[in-house]
């Protein structure tokens, strides 16, 4: 239990289709992270919030929109995805953005599919 | 630039052998952070352990222990007769202390360890 959970677990759609993942962490940090996971390849950041404010967009194609509500939860919007989506997204969290000696505690991803 | 290799893309070792994953860093600050996570095939990356750039002693944790050499900018890791539990991928990864970027991680490749029974 790393204290930051993500849903769904899995998740199948179409390029057509409309689709959220949720990210909550229980740490009352102030920081949280999407990173996705594509098979072989490094971690890749897509979005930093800190604080509910975006801090870092990785020139992440539109089609992948990104919430904070408040500093406990995060979202990432999907919508007419492609197939090279498909991918593991895991949702991070940490203490304090600018403190970089803080590590980031992850969730147990989404795995995404696109059909 | 910062940059993180992890050279070993895949290991395997048979239980109860010793094990090094290698990690070699580059980066032009003097301040900054190295840390390793292991991810089971579950997913989540777990946190192992963090190292800051003042600190060269070396760290035991149980079976785990860490090499962290500054001349050869290598925080290298080492698993003492592993187990299968053991079998995951492994992250090295850089965060430096500059900057409004404090925060971010740059992560090297990941070594797969598969120990076999």
């Known amino acids: 239990e790393t204290g930051v959970t993500q849903t769904p677990r899995h998740l199948v759609m179409g390029m057509t289709n409309k689709k959220s993942l949720k990210c909550e962490q229980h740490?009352?940090?102030?920081?949280m992270y999407w990173y996705k996971q594509s098979a072989k390849k490094p971690l890749e950041l897509m979005f930093v919030?800190?604080?509910?404010?975006?801090?870092e967009n990785n020139s992440v194609p539109s089609r992948f929109s990104p919430e904070c509500p408040n500093s406990s939860h995060l979202f990432l919007h999907l919508h007419t995805l492609q197939p090279e989506d498909s991918a593991l997204y895991l949702c991070?969290?940490?203490?304090?953005?600018?403190?970089?000696?803080?590590?980031?505690?992850f969730g147990d991803g989404t795995r995404l599919s696109i059909l | 630039a910062q940059k993180v290799t992890q050279a070993q893309t895949e290991i395997s070792v048979v239980e109860k052998e010793d094990v090094t994953l290698d990690c070699v860093y580059e980066t032009r600050d003097t301040t900054y952070y190295l840390f390793w996570y292991k991810q089971p095939p579950s997913g989540e990356l777990v946190f192992l352990i963090r190292?800051?750039?003042?600190?060269?002693q070396n760290e035991i944790s149980g079976r785990y222990s860490w090499n962290f050499q500054k001349s050869t900018s290598s925080f290298n890791f080492t698993i003492t007769a592993s187990q299968v539990v053991d079998s995951a991928v492994y992250f090295c990864a850089l965060s430096e202390a500059v900057g409004n970027q404090g925060g971010k991680l740059i992560f090297g490749q990941g070594t797969e360890l598969s120990v076999k029974p």
């Open positions: 919030y800190s604080l509910e404010e975006r801090v």
């Open positions: 991070a969290s940490s203490q304090d953005y600018h403190s970089s000696n803080q590590p980031q505690h």
């Open positions: 190292r800051n750039s003042f600190d060269e």
């Open positions: 740490l009352g940090h102030n920081a």
